[in-house]
């Protein structure tokens, strides 16, 4: 038999494990790190990205539900969808900005971006929440932290 041929085989204390619950677990921390930064200024366009730092948190929020989902039960993930179509429909009627347009120089109308506070203050109240709920789900069903009880019912264990 050549060596191409030959078959290894391993006990289950050889083999190497793979837990995808460790990468979830980074990939939530770094988003959540990356929201907390630009929760500093919500307002400020980010050109890194091409979008204000608003809509980042809103879509980073968005890709953390979608980590979750697949934990949640039925009415859970009714109830979070709902939140975050309302803060879709609210940012579609109440954009935190919006456009004036200045009389201006021999150029012609200018066109000046105008912050809408109410609107923005509504919008950063309706991101904190749905953040809180989004955190609520993960400790309900632990994903990344153990109950006392039985820790090893986390998705990500020691």
Same mark, same amino acid.
Request: a positive charge.
């Given at each position: 038999? $050549?060596?191409?041929?030959?078959t290894?085989?391993? $006990?289950p ?15 939530t921390?770094?988003i ?8 500093t ?10 979008a ?14 979608s ?7 039925s009415?859970?993930s009714?109830?979070?969808s709902?939140?975050k ?7 579609i009627?109440? #954009? #935190?900005?919006?456009f ?9 109308m ?6 809408n ?8 109240d ?19 932290n153990? $109950?006392k009880?039985? #820790?090893?019912?986390?998705?990500v264990?020691?």
């Amino acid at each position: 038999m $050549s060596e191409e041929n030959k078959t290894i085989s391993l $006990s289950p204390s050889e083999k190497a494990s793979y837990n995808q619950a460790n990468l979830y677990q980074l990939r939530t921390h770094e988003i959540f790190s990356r929201i907390n930064r630009l929760s500093t200024n919500p307002k400020v366009f980010n050109e890194e990205i091409g979008a204000y730092n608003f809509e980042i948190i809103y879509r980073d929020l968005g890709s953390i539900l979608s980590t979750i989902s697949s934990k949640l039960n039925s009415k859970e993930s009714e109830n979070i969808s709902k939140k975050k179509k309302a803060i879709k429909d609210f940012l579609i009627s109440n #954009p #935190p900005f919006k456009f004036k347009h200045n009389a201006s120089n021999y150029s012609g109308m200018k066109k000046k971006l105008q912050l809408n506070y109410k609107n923005f203050v509504e919008l950063e109240d309706k991101l904190f929440s749905f953040r809180l709920s989004i955190e609520k789900l993960m400790d309900i069903h632990e994903f990344g932290n153990p $109950s006392k009880e039985d #820790p090893t019912s986390s998705v990500v264990t020691n």
